[in-house]
């Protein structure tokens, strides 16, 4: 069949009408001589298909871009489900730059089909923390996120956030344990925030402990983000807010339940006249709770008789007392 392929006197059509007759796999592209015969030899999918005949072709074609044979031959799922199998690095004899170059080609081609795309990205050797996000549509940036070619990086998150606040947060979701500890070295803003701290993906731990680290102000001067921490901060948890900070969630969340276990934890860091006014703030019968000569009754759970001991230990009531056979609260304000 190589002798075939490679004689000058046999037409290309007779060639490939040959070819097609056999059940014969070229072993090595470099084994034909004719460009044009090579073309054939891949456009019938008579090649072997690996890395080093890609990259034979394509130094035969002499063209800095994938021709339409190469693509074709991408495309095809007899092909591409095999080349992702080894990364472009198995042919040892190419240098790094000719690798980092079919690499960025690939990464950037539109020409291929998503599957075919998405395939092809298991065989890139590296992960990127800056491209051209210009050349790059949204299927395949979606198909970059899912097999974690692109490195949480500044460059990445604006480039990501220009195309689409989702690409942005999805890197971060992607890279959440790394986010906890480099946060710092993103262009985070208010909306970020958001889409972070209302991810389904990102674990209420990984939450937690960007919380711990976070400035006050960014709580402090969105009340959206002061309503989600409040939401997500959990009891057994270790973050602890100033003031400032409670003062603020307290304003935004509407979780009475979740605003007195925030009280409750943190009355050993509260002056008296602190406590008093973030009580006041729950509302309801809490703000009698002060007031002269005042019964209020709450019903009876955990977090109520939590708070009126701790109220009754600073001296802020008199006392409480459970009625209703056990069902409700009376609270004794102070007198005076």
């Known amino acids: 069949m190589l002798k075939i392929l490679n004689r000058p006197d046999v037409s290309p059509n007779l060639k490939a009408k040959v070819l097609n007759s056999q059940n014969v796999i070229i072993q090595s592209i470099d084994q034909i001589e004719n460009l044009d015969v090579k073309q054939i030899v891949f456009s019938s999918n ?69 599957e075919a795309y998405k395939h092809l990205l298991d065989s890139l050797p590296y992960t990127y923390s800056k491209i051209d996000y210009d050349q790059l549509n949204d299927e395949m940036l979606g198909a970059l996120l899912d097999k974690k070619v692109l490195s949480l990086s500044a460059d990445n998150f604006k480039g990501l956030k220009n195309k689409g606040i989702n690409f942005s947060t999805r890197l971060i979701e992607i890279h959440q344990t790394k986010f906890v500890e480099t946060f710092t070295e993103l262009p985070l803003e208010e909306k970020d925030w958001i889409n972070i701290l209302k991810s389904s993906l990102i674990t209420v731990q990984n939450k937690l402990a960007v919380i711990e680290k976070i400035d006050d102000s960014i709580i402090i001067n969105s009340a959206s983000i002061a309503n989600l921490v409040g939401s997500i901060w959990t009891v057994d948890s270790r973050v602890l807010f100033r003031y400032e900070v409670l003062e603020t969630i307290f304003k935004s969340n509407t979780s009475v339940e979740k605003r007195i276990a925030l009280l409750n934890v943190h009355f050993p860091n509260l002056d008296n006249a602190q406590i008093q006014a973030l009580t006041e703030k729950l509302g309801e019968d809490y703000t009698k709770l002060f007031m002269k000569q005042h019964k209020p009754v709450f019903s009876y759970k955990a977090f109520n008789i939590d708070l009126f001991n701790q109220l009754q230990e600073r001296g802020l009531i008199i006392r409480y007392e459970v009625e209703d056979k056990g069902h409700s609260i009376r609270v004794f304000a102070k007198y005076q």
């Open 46 to 114: 008579h090649i072997l298909q690996n890395w080093n005949n890609v990259f034979l072709y394509y130094d035969a074609v002499e063209d800095e871009e994938f021709d339409d044979v190469l693509i074709d031959f991408f495309n095809n799922p007899l092909n591409y489900e095999v080349l992702c199998e080894t990364d472009l690095q198995s042919d040892n004899s190419r240098d790094t730059d000719f690798i980092k170059m079919i690499s960025g080609k690939l990464l950037k081609c539109k020409r291929l089909d998503l």
